[in-house]
């Protein structure tokens, strides 16, 4: 096991690093409930998905949602990301639809390679037991429905929500054309007023950041509601 994986020293980076985010998160958003922030990243400080801003972004962007909100997650995973926005929102009504195949499948070949070397390691074919363990290991079942689908046929099955989102946000298949479908097929869901947010702009995952660039060049967007990390949202 490499030394960074260690137990007391995987706690030890977890209190050194959450901890020092967590001291500016406070000052910035003092309005904010970070100590529930610090037991979502407690309980995933194994996750390499994502950065501390990342996650407090996102953490951010749900609590910045009205009560009983209706979020949608394209790329759910294990569900780490998904547990930081559930987390953020308020409401007995708030729900996160979360769209994922749960298999990894990717059209981008380095994160296909990826994926198949984790499902080895895993043992399994798929991540959805593990995302509904991580809700339930955390309270937060409630608030997730897990839609198990390939993207765009969820946004058909889906319709019927379109202009009744608060939030998306886009982190599935990381191709340019994949992203740029994304965009198409999600985008009208979101409310006049609410926010799309993507991961990896800007990151090497260049299609992503070539379809989103073309969408502002388009003027899909009203403004940016803020960056962290290779997280963009943009108010529709
Ligand atoms: C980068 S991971 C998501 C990570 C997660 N958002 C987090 O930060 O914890 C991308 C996910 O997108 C899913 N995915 C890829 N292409 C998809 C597609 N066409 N439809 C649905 N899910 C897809 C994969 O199964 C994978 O779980």
């Known amino acids: 096991m490499?030394?960074?994986h260690w137990p007391l020293v995987r706690d030890l980076r977890?209190?050194?690093?959450?901890?020092?985010?967590?001291?500016?998160?406070?000052?910035?958003?003092?309005?904010?409930?970070?100590?529930?922030?610090?037991?979502i990243a407690r309980h995933f400080k194994r996750d390499d998905m994502g950065s501390y801003p990342e996650r407090?972004?996102?953490?951010?962007?749900?609590?910045?949602?009205p009560a009983d909100a209706q979020v949608v997650?394209?790329?759910?995973?294990?569900?780490a990301s998904t547990c930081f926005l559930a987390a953020g929102l308020r409401g007995a009504g708030a729900r996160i639809f979360a769209v994922d195949n749960f298999q990894g499948l990717s059209t981008c070949g380095e994160d296909a390679a990826w994926y198949n070397r984790h499902f080895q390691a895993l043992g399994a074919n798929s991540t959805l037991e593990i995302f509904r363990a991580n809700f339930a290991a955390l309270g937060l079942s409630a608030r997730a429905e897990p839609v198990v689908s390939d993207s765009l046929a969820a946004a058909q099955s889906l319709a019927a929500k379109q202009g009744s989102i608060d939030l998306v946000f886009i982190d599935g298949d990381h191709?340019?054309?994949?992203?740029?479908?994304?965009?198409?097929a999600w985008a009208p869901?979101?409310?006049?007023?609410?926010?799309m947010a993507f991961h990896d702009f800007g990151s090497r995952a260049e299609g992503v950041t070539r379809a989103i660039f073309e969408e502002i060049?388009?003027?899909?967007?009203a403004e940016i509601v803020g960056v962290a990390g290779t997280i963009i949202a943009f108010r529709m």
Do not use: H, N
Request: proline share 1%.
């Open 175 to 184: 191709s340019y054309a994949a992203c740029q479908a994304d965009i198409g």
């Open 2 to 4: 490499a030394f960074k």
């Open 189 to 195: 869901f979101v409310k006049r007023g609410g926010v």
């Open 56 to 65: 407090g972004f996102l953490f951010q962007l749900a609590a910045d949602t």
């Open 73 to 79: 997650e394209v790329g759910s995973w294990m569900g």
């Open 217 to 221: 060049k388009a003027g899909r967007f």
């Open 14 to 39: 977890f209190a050194q690093k959450c901890g020092r985010y967590l001291r500016g998160a406070r000052k910035r958003r003092p309005d904010l409930d970070w100590d529930e922030f610090r037991r």
